[in-house]
């Protein structure tokens, strides 16, 4: 099993018994959304949600700007924005990794801020890695 599929696993089982959460910080990189980007999700669903809009920057290029918002009573850090390009049918074409630079705390929302290489039909936007900060940090 690859490494990112150990932590779908070993993240699934902490949170099943109930240790807590910490996810690692995927390689960033273009890729085609796989079943393991939707098992994330899936996780992620459950601890935050994503509202955002998108506009062309005139250049050929997207902005995607936005919150990300925390549903969990910890704070979280090194939070990855997985955004995913999709076709004109909603079929994804490939996906990439881009780091949020602010915490989001506990129960709030920061603001992001992307650029995006290319301009799709549209975009999916999901956390998909994070770090549980510890209490009393």
Known sequence: MNRKGSLITGVALAVMLGTGLTAAVPGAGLQTASAQDQAQGSLADQFFRV???????????????????????????????????????????????????????ALGRPYFDVKVPSQAASYRVAVDSWNTVELGK
């Open 51 to 105: 509202d955002f809009t998108t506009k062309p920057d005139g250049h050929g290029k997207a902005r995607i700007t936005g919150y990300v918002y925390n549903k969990d009573q910890r704070s979280v850090d090194q939070v990855q924005l997985r955004i995913t390009e999709l076709d004109a049918s909603g079929q994804p074409l490939g996906s990439f990794v881009e780091p949020m630079l602010e915490e989001v705390p």
